[in-house]
């Protein structure tokens, strides 16, 4: 089993920044990719970006592409996410997730369907 605690959410004018932030904690040798996932009201979760905790992969979607970037030290310390340039519609519940599906060097991350563990989420909310 693996844990996962976020942080860092909160509420800024759009233009701004906040770091997120996802505590790992648990069997920290099987779990293969971690991200992160958003749900604003009415809409589908998407996946907003992740990476294969072995290296050689990194995952954004099309909409935060040059404004967001994750980034980890290793496979056992927190994971970030730097959310730059921050718009109205970024404003979501973001959830922080790990993958228990095996993975090598360069795998991609599949979807969230294949995203065993999640966090209870922290709020991000971008006023105009």
């Known amino acids: 089993q693996v844990q996962l605690v976020e942080s860092g959410g909160g509420s800024v004018q759009a233009g701004g920044s906040l770091r997120l932030s996802c505590a790992v904690s648990?069997?920290?040798?099987?779990?293969?990719?971690m991200g992160w996932f958003r749900q604003a009201p009415g809409r589908e979760r998407e996946a907003v970006g992740h990476?294969?905790?072995?290296?050689?992969?990194?995952y954004y979607t099309e909409s935060v592409k040059g404004r967001f970037t994750l980034s980890q030290l290793n496979a056992k310390s927190p994971l970030y996410l730097q959310m730059n340039s921050l718009k109205p519609e970024d404003t979501a519940m973001y959830y922080c997730?790990?993958?228990?599906?095996?993975?090598?060097?360069?795998?991609?991350?599949?979807?969230?369907?294949?995203?065993?563990?999640w966090g209870q989420g922290t709020q991000v909310t971008v006023s105009h």
């Open positions: 648990g069997d920290l040798n099987n779990y293969y990719c």
């Open positions: 997730a790990a993958s228990a599906k095996r993975k090598y060097y360069g795998d991609s991350c599949g979807s969230g369907p294949d995203f065993t563990f």
């Open positions: 990476i294969n905790t072995r290296g050689g992969y990194y």
